[in-house]
């Protein structure tokens, strides 16, 4: 089966137009009726209903469809691989807040530790970190909030403590303008409330830290931020820091099935062990 010709169906089915198929994908009509016919001879079933100013598909042609995208993609992903087999390559996938609060910072330096490997990086949502880690489509999940599984290791790469802030331009009552309601999981939320009723009539919620620090940048408001990027913020002269709220804080956690017989992610959860080390080490207090 040549994958031109389910990308050819497709493109008649989404356009459900001969002619303007044809122009998507730089070919002549009668090409493109040419592919049509011989996946129809192919399937023994017409595909399409030709009427004079319409196009519709058949009842086969449209159980074909779902099968004809993920075949496609799956020819596509096979052709891909074989054009890298002389690169490998490891795929992370992270929330936006472990992304911003750990690997942003920390993946070239990690990469470093390897030769010939090819990093490929996501942002998804925890529910989709879950499933892609089970289902082999990643390699290492970065997250705020470990998933609970008998079948993952989990590494706690990152640790800091949340703090009270403010932007610079709002006078010292500043927790009267905690209008930027941040989630830092249940029990930090629950902790934060309970010091900070005020929070719960936040304008803005969210779970995402990049859209509190947009909203933050036109909207000046107090807010609960992790002192590692809160600290970011007051050197650049756009917050100050009020509290810290030890012992609550925020972590960054690297998640990975148990059983891997990769030698290359093997080294790369390696360099993330070491990391976390020598982080340790270099916060320790001397003797």
Same mark, same amino acid.
């Given at each position: 089966?040549?994958?031109?010709? $389910? ?16 122009? =998507? ?14 996946l129809e001879e192919y399937f023994n079933s017409a595909l399409f ?13 449209? /159980? ?6 993920? $075949? %496609? ?5 096979a052709r891909t691989a074989m054009n890298e087999e002389s690169v490998?390559?490891?795929? +992370? ?17 990690? =990469?470093?530790?390897?030769?010939? &490997?090819? +990093?490929? !990086?996501? +942002? ?8 892609? &880690?089970?289902?082999?489509? +990643? ?14 290791? *989990? ?46 009539? %936040?304008? *803005? ?6 859209v509190a620090l947009n909203y933050l940048a036109t909207n000046k408001?107090?807010? &609960?931020?992790?002192?590692? *990027?809160?600290? !970011? ?12 709220? %030890?012992? $609550?804080?925020? /972590? ?9 017989? =990769? ?25």
């Amino acid at each position: 089966m040549d994958i031109r010709f $389910l990308v050819t169906f497709m493109e008649v089915a989404k356009t459900r137009h001969f002619g303007k198929a044809a122009e =998507n994908l730089y070919l002549t009509q009668s090409a493109v009726s040419a592919r049509i016919k011989q996946l129809e001879e192919y399937f023994n079933s017409a595909l399409f209903v030709r009427n004079r100013n319409s196009l519709q598909l058949t009842a086969a042609g449209e /159980k074909l469809l779902p099968f004809a995208a993920s $075949l %496609a993609e799956t020819l596509e992903q096979a052709r891909t691989a074989m054009n890298e087999e002389s690169v490998q390559y490891l795929s +992370i996938a992270s929330t936006p807040n472990a992304w911003d609060m750990y690997l942003q910072q920390s993946l070239d330096e990690i =990469n470093g530790h390897l030769d010939d &490997v090819s +990093i490929r !990086a996501e +942002i998804c949502s925890n529910e989709q970190l879950s499933r892609m &880690v089970h289902e082999h489509s +990643i390699d290492l999940a970065l997250t705020t909030v470990p998933f609970k599984s008998d079948d993952v290791q *989990i590494l706690e790469l990152s640790e800091s403590v949340l703090c009270l802030c403010r932007s610079v331009e709002l006078s010292e009552q500043a927790v009267n303008q905690l209008n930027i309601w941040l989630d830092w999981g249940q029990k930090n939320n629950e902790a934060i409330e309970k010091t900070y009723p005020e929070i719960k009539q %936040a304008g *803005i919620r969210t779970g995402s830290l990049q859209v509190a620090l947009n909203y933050l940048a036109t909207n000046k408001s107090a807010i &609960v931020l992790p002192e590692q *990027i809160a600290t !970011a913020l007051v050197n650049k002269g756009e917050l100050v820091i009020l509290e810290s709220l %030890a012992p $609550l804080s925020a /972590k960054c956690y690297l998640i990975y099935l148990k059983q891997t017989k =990769n030698a290359k992610l093997s080294q790369f959860i390696d360099a993330f062990t070491l990391q976390v080390a020598t982080k340790k080490g270099a916060n320790a207090p001397f003797s």
